[in-house]
C-alpha cells in the first residue's frame, strides 16, 4: 500500500506485487543522416545513372541502333543531362529563386579569374598533348566533304553551354557546397579535392578515351579544371565564376578545332 497527496487528500493506491515503478528507459532512437548527407546521396546515385546510361547509348550507338548521327549526339547528351537535372531538381525543390541567384552570382574578379583558369587548363591540356602526342590537338578537324552544320551546332550547344552550366551546378554547387558542411573548418579543403576528382573521374566514365594515355590526360586537364573552380567557389561562395571558366575552357577547344 503506498500513500499519496492530490489536492490536499490524501490517495492510498496499491502497487501489484512485482512491478517495477522505475520509468521505462527511452527507447533507441536511430540517427537519420543530416540534409547535407541525402542531398550527397542523391548526388552520387545521379552520376552513377548517368554513367550506366551514357555507357548504354554507346553501346547501342556502335551497334548501329542509332543511325543518325544527331540523334546519337542528343541521346548521350540526355543520357547525362536527365539524371542530373533531375537530382538538381531534387536537392533545390524548397529552395528560394533569390537564393540561387545569389549563389550564381559573377563579378568582375570572378571573370578575371575565369580568364586564368581557362588559360592555365588550355595551356596544361595542349602541353600533355604535345608531350605524348606530338600536337595541341586544338586544330580544325578534318571532314570528307562539306560538314554537318546542324550537328556541329547541336553539338557546340551542349558542350559549351548546357553540359558545363549543368555540370558547375551539379559539382561545386551541390557537392562541394554539402562536403564543405559536413567537413571541420581545418578539413574543408577535401571538398575542393573529392568534387576535383569525382568531376575528372565522370568525364572519363561517359567518354572513354581511345588510349589509356589519353584518357589520362582527360583526366588530369580536367581534375585540374576542378580543383581552380572548386577554389574559387570556395573563396567567393558563388559559382558563377566556375560556371564562366567551363565555358570558356569548352568553348575554346570547339572554336580552334571547328572544320574550316
Known amino acids: 500500500m503506498s500513500r499519496a497527496r492530490v ?11 512485482g512491478v517495477d515503478m ?3 528507459p527511452d ?42 548521327p544527331i540523334v546519337q549526339v542528343l541521346a548521350a547528351d540526355l543520357a547525362v543531362w536527365v539524371p542530373l537535372v533531375l537530382a ?6 524548397s529552395s528560394s529563386p533569390s537564393v540561387l541567384v545569389r549563389r550564381l552570382g559573377l563579378g568582375w574578379a570572378d571573370v578575371v579569374a575565369a580568364i586564368g583558369i581557362v588559360i592555365v587548363c588550355r595551356g596544361l ?34 558542350v559549351c553551354l548546357v553540359s558545363p552550366v549543368l555540370e558547375e551546378i551539379v559539382f561545386r554547387g551541390i557537392m562541394q557546397r554539402r562536403l564543405s558542411a559536413e567537413l571541420t573548418p581545418r578539413t574543408r579543403f577535401l571538398a575542393v579535392l ?3 576528382f569525382a568531376f ?6 561517359i567518354n572513354p578515351a581511345v588510349s589509356s594515355v589519353a584518357g589520362f590526360e582527360v583526366f588530369v586537364t580536367t ?20 560556371i564562366l571558366a567551363h565555358v570558356l575552357f569548352n568553348t575554346v577547344a570547339v572554336v580552334l578545332t571547328w572544320p574550316r
Open 7 to 17: 489536492d490536499g487528500h490524501n490517495v492510498s493506491f496499491r502497487v501489484p506485487y
Open 22 to 24: 522505475q520509468p521505462e
Open 27 to 68: 527507447a533507441p532512437t536511430v540517427a537519420r543522416p543530416s540534409s547535407a548527407v541525402r542531398d550527397l546521396q542523391v548526388v552520387v546515385i545521379a552520376l552513377l545513372v548517368a554513367v550506366l546510361l551514357s555507357r548504354i547509348v554507346g553501346g547501342v550507338a556502335r551497334t548501329g541502333g542509332l543511325p543518325s
Open 88 to 93: 538538381v531538381g531534387w536537392v533545390f525543390r
Open 125 to 158: 591540356d595542349a602541353a600533355l598533348s604535345v608531350v605524348f602526342f606530338g600536337a595541341t590537338g586544338l586544330t580544325p578537324q578534318v571532314t570528307l566533304g562539306p560538314p554537318d552544320v546542324l550537328l556541329l551546332v547541336v553539338s557546340a550547344i551542349g
Open 194 to 196: 573529392v568534387t576535383a
Open 200 to 205: 575528372a573521374l565522370l568525364h572519363v566514365s
Open 223 to 242: 581534375f585540374v579544371l576542378g580543383l581552380l573552380t572548386g577554389t574559387l567557389v570556395a573563396m567567393t561562395g558563388r559559382i558563377g565564376g566556375a
